[in-house]
């Protein structure tokens, strides 16, 4: 069998969202087979694609083409924006909206990300545009979904990470929440959860041929990720502890120093026995040859003393070469590694887990491949990010059937572009 | 099992987990609550995260644990034996009924009981298996011991998350198998939806690893377009990004991009810095974080976190209260969606749960029943799913299959 059965083929998907969440969950789905097609606000620039070089905190490529086309060469965009065709539009236009209309009718799926109102504020809310495509799915992913008091508020994934509690649960003890740093982890959740619900809408139109809209609060998508912490309360009234490292029960846990400058290797003993083989491998002198230890009760309780006998040893050796060591020996331990180092991992190499694509503006670097592996695909698609406007003829010319002359003056009038020079 | 007249399109799907703790329950929970037949095969101690808590009153107790309860909602429990023969043909015959098969076992698992996920599928030519392992099924790490903590570890996240000059920094405890969980749910969906378009079953393969370094919230690629590590504790946007105190506790703003610094100016009553250009411009503006920070703070200082927060959203500034979990039980926009529900367990009396991940119209997210008792519907599940008769159900019990 040669052929890729993917399971979203057929399935034409309009993506409305920007930054991380809405993007990386329509990537998934173009992984899937699905045809996505991403609208991007024109003249407004995308959050993403900022106009100025100033803003190179985004992960700007720097080069010649860059220079000229900056919004094309972002990491924060290009990493999230795989398998995608890219229609540049005004929507706040009239031709823009009936252009969307157009694209509706044959499409399956709408996703949206606005907070809440906007799309109604646009004239094209899930009810209108129900009317072009009765067995439409819609999904809305704002912060705190489409109803109650915050389903205007705003925010990025580093928000979300502070509201539903886990900010402070980053925050080590002994320190200020103004010392933890901005994650946006909330993001992979929500791109996740967006391709399931997808899904089970589609899987749901196969079976009883109706559409729906679906409201996806990204807070809330989140929240049981902490599940832990939240039954803790629910039960007993007792907020989480601040641990850094540690586990309740496991001991010791940690990361380690070794060889080298900023190196490091996180050791995890789940039990005493993990405890028996870590000491087989120590010399007789150390000091963590404590019958004390043997037990993990004792080990929570000196856990500091024991971090700092365990990272005499650490500190000398080699992270690689120790977790491979302590790996062998059955004990639960990884190598601290940076970005960089990821990339370059023998495990990774071996099962070919980046793949080298060239982009026109940004230049050539390797990017992850799919998070899954489907026994049915044999050939994943990965398609580069697209660049600003890239589709606009092909998309309103193959699709919609619209002539040379009726895109051009679209063009013209600056209802769609592919530059967001001023 | 329920055999009622009305099916929605999930109620027909049959689940079967197997896996401890955290990855495969939650993967299937999130099918369970939405109405799919989620069975459970537990072995004969019972699901690890039984015994990990919280526990009411901290008072440990198999049925009583708060993982387990709020994972599990929904579900049914078969114990089942997998190292002997009966066991392994109870599961074959189970395995000729199931839509989907959720596993979180080593690779070499189910082969090691003579049960390639090949020969499943032959016994099953729809079935769709999910296999979560931590580092894929292939490779040097294969085999690798890990936990959540190491998996973290040994993902790129883990090396540029921490405080400034301090080590490498966990995320909450967990929130990567939640990660990977959710990674399996939503592909073994897709499969499931293309079967309704008449495919045939599927084997899908999730590597912890990959699912955390394949999505956002990775530096892999911001690394090779800026030749730039990620250090721990910096701040990667314009100010104010991150975080600040408050009167009473602390707030989050998400960016300082200029379209956010100016309604921030405009909703700390500070509009008229935006008349001089050394503020305006945003190039200008870099060099002055101190200078603002001060009006800034004066202003936060002086108010509850929730009131800078209800504030600055009004103007569309992007700043959000630093919670603790208590927080989320009295939050005004939780409370308003219900977020939380309450079911009675019938050991622990009424629980507070967490909600539906997603709210589709068409779709009921809901707390049929609480998590099962350690194995409470073994009988029925092979009585009347399985067609064992009573008699041999006896012998099953007696030679430790069930």
New interface residues.
């Given amino acids: 069998m040669v052929n890729d059965?993917?399971?979203?083929k057929n399935i034409r998907i309009i993506e409305l969202t920007e930054v991380?969440?809405g993007p990386?969950g329509n990537s998934?789905m173009g992984d899937?087979g699905a045809d996505i097609i991403k609208i991007e606000s024109f003249p407004r620039a995308p959050?993403t694609r900022?106009q100025?070089t100033?803003?190179?905190?985004r992960?700007?490529?720097?080069n010649k083409l860059s220079k000229l086309r900056p919004w094309d060469?972002?990491?924060?965009h290009?990493?999230?924006n795989r398998n995608k065709k890219g229609l540049s539009i005004d929507l706040k236009t009239s031709k823009g909206k009936k252009t969307l209309f157009e694209l509706v009718k044959c499409s399956d799926v709408l996703i949206e990300g606005y907070s809440a109102g906007t799309m109604e504020n646009l004239g094209i809310s899930y009810e209108i545009l129900k009317k072009h495509r009765p067995d439409l799915v819609m999904?809305s992913m704002p912060g705190?979904?489409l109803?109650?008091?915050?389903k205007?508020?705003?925010?990025?994934?580093?928000?979300?990470?502070?509201?539903?509690?886990?900010?402070?649960?980053?925050t080590?003890p002994n320190?200020?929440?103004?010392?933890?740093?901005?994650?946006?982890?909330t993001?992979?959740?929500a791109?996740?959860?967006l391709?399931?619900?997808v899904?089970?809408?589609?899987?749901?139109r196969?079976?009883?041929g109706?559409g729906?809209?679906?409201?996806?609060?990204q807070?809330?998508?989140f929240?049981?990720?902490?599940?832990?912490?939240?039954?803790?309360?629910?039960?007993?009234?007792?907020?989480?502890l601040q641990?850094?490292?540690r586990?309740f029960?496991?001991a010791p846990?940690?990361?380690y120093t070794c060889q080298g400058t900023n190196q490091?290797i996180?050791i995890?003993i789940?039990n005493d026995k993990d405890w028996f083989q870590l000491c087989n491998l120590i010399d007789k002198e150390s000091p963590l040859h404590n019958p004390d230890y043997e037990n993990a009760l004792s080990r929570i309780k000196d856990h500091d003393k024991i971090d700092i006998f365990l990272n005499q040893w650490t500190q000398e050796q080699n992270k690689i070469e120790l977790m491979k060591l302590l790996?062998f020996n059955?004990?639960?331990?990884?190598?601290?590694?940076?970005?960089?180092?990821?990339?370059d991992n023998?495990?990774?190499i071996?099962?070919n887990?980046?793949i080298k694509l060239d982009h026109p503006i940004?230049g050539i670097?390797?990017?992850?491949?799919?998070?899954?592996?489907?026994?049915?695909i044999k050939n994943p698609l990965f398609k580069r990010a697209n660049l600003y406007g890239e589709h606009n003829e092909e998309i309103l010319r193959e699709l919609l059937g619209i002539t040379r002359t009726g895109i051009k003056r679209m063009w013209k009038e600056k209802i769609i572009g592919d530059s967001l020079d001023n | 099992m329920k055999n009622n007249k009305k099916h929605?399109?999930?109620e027909n799907l049959l689940i079967l987990e197997i896996g401890d703790l955290?990855a495969a329950p939650?993967c299937t929970k999130?099918f369970a609550d939405?109405g799919a037949q989620v069975i459970k095969l537990e072995p004969p101690e019972g699901d690890y995260s039984r015994k990990?808590g919280?526990?009411?009153?901290?008072i440990p107790h198999q049925e009583t644990s708060?993982?387990y309860?709020?994972?599990n909602t929904n579900k049914k429990s078969m114990t089942l034996n997998l190292q002997n023969l009966d066991g392994r043909n109870l599961f074959i015959k189970l395995i000729t009924k199931a839509n989907l098969l959720v596993i979180d076992k080593p690779p070499y698992f189910l082969e090691s009981i003579g049960l390639s996920f090949e020969k499943l599928q032959i016994l099953n030519p729809n079935l769709i298996i999910t296999s979560i392992t931590p580092?894929?099924d292939?490779?040097?790490?294969a085999e690798?011991?890990?936990?959540d903590?190491?998996?973290?570890?040994?993902?790129?996240?883990?090396?540029?998350?921490?405080?400034?000059d301090?080590?490498?920094?966990?995320?909450?405890?967990?929130?990567i198998l939640?990660?990977i969980a959710?990674?399996?749910?939503?592909?073994s969906?897709?499969?499931?939806?293309?079967i309704?378009?008449k495919?045939?079953g599927?084997?899908?393969?999730?590597?912890g690893?990959?699912?955390q370094?394949?999505?956002?919230?990775?530096?892999?690629?911001?690394?090779?377009?800026?030749q730039r590590?990620?250090q721990?504790?910096?701040?990667?946007?314009?100010y104010p990004?991150?975080?600040?105190?408050c009167l009473d506790g602390?707030?989050?703003f998400?960016?300082g991009?200029d379209r956010f610094f100016r309604r921030l100016c405009h909703a700390i009553g500070q509009s008229n810095l935006l008349d001089d250009p050394e503020w305006a411009i945003?190039?200008n503006r870099?060099s002055r974080q101190e200078e603002f920070e001060i009006y800034l703070l004066e202003w936060l200082l002086e108010r509850p976190k929730q009131n800078v927060f209800e504030i600055c959203?009004e103007y569309?500034?992007?700043?959000?209260?630093?919670?603790?979990?208590?927080?989320?039980?009295v939050d005004?926009?939780?409370k308003?969606?219900k977020?939380?529900v309450k079911s009675n367990h019938e050991i622990?009396g009424d629980?507070?749960?967490?909600?539906?991940?997603?709210?589709?119209?068409?779709?009921k997210w809901r707390i049929n029943h609480s998590a099962p008792r350690l194995s409470q519907h073994t009988k029925e599940i092979c009585t009347k799913l399985i067609n064992i008769s009573i008699k041999e159900l006896v012998l099953l019990k007696s030679n430790g299959t069930i």
Wanted: overall charge negative; aromatic content about 12%; hydrophobic content about 40%.
């Fill in positions: 059965n993917f399971p979203l991380w969440a990386m998934l899937l959050i900022p100025d100033i803003a190179a905190r992960g700007l490529s720097e060469a972002y990491a924060s290009n990493m999230a999904v705190w979904g109803e109650g008091p915050y205007k508020y705003v925010t990025l994934g580093s928000g979300l990470d502070a509201y539903s509690g886990h900010w402070l649960l980053r080590p320190t200020e929440p103004t010392e933890t740093m901005s994650i946006y982890h993001d992979a959740v791109a996740l959860n391709v399931l619900s899904c089970m809408a589609l899987h749901q196969s079976n009883e109706v729906q809209n679906i409201d996806l609060s807070a809330e998508t929240i049981p990720h902490l599940t832990k912490h939240i039954m803790e309360y629910s039960m007993n009234n007792l907020n989480p641990i850094g490292n586990h029960s496991r846990q940690g990361v490091w996180a995890s789940r790996q059955k004990i639960p331990a990884g190598a601290i590694m940076n970005e960089k180092e990821i990339v023998e495990h990774l071996s099962r887990y980046f940004a670097h390797s990017y992850p491949k799919n998070i899954w592996e489907f026994l049915s | 929605n399109a999930f955290i939650y999130l939405y990990s919280p526990f009411p009153n901290n708060g993982l309860l709020n994972l580092f894929g292939h490779g040097p790490y690798y011991e890990t936990n903590f190491i998996s973290f570890a040994l993902t790129n996240r883990m090396s540029p998350h921490g405080i400034i301090g080590p490498p920094l966990q995320y909450g405890s967990d929130v939640y990660q959710t990674t399996a749910a939503a592909a969906m897709a499969a499931i939806f293309s309704s378009n495919q045939k599927d084997i899908i393969k999730i590597s690893m990959e699912a370094i394949g999505n956002v919230d990775t530096r892999t690629v911001f690394e090779q377009y800026t590590l990620l721990r504790g910096s701040i990667d946007l314009r990004t991150g975080c600040y105190p602390y707030i989050v998400g960016s991009e945003p190039a870099e959203q569309g500034v992007m700043c959000t209260p630093i919670n603790q979990i208590s927080d989320l039980f005004p926009q939780l308003y969606r977020y939380f622990v629980i507070t749960y967490t909600g539906a991940p997603f709210n589709l119209s068409k779709l």
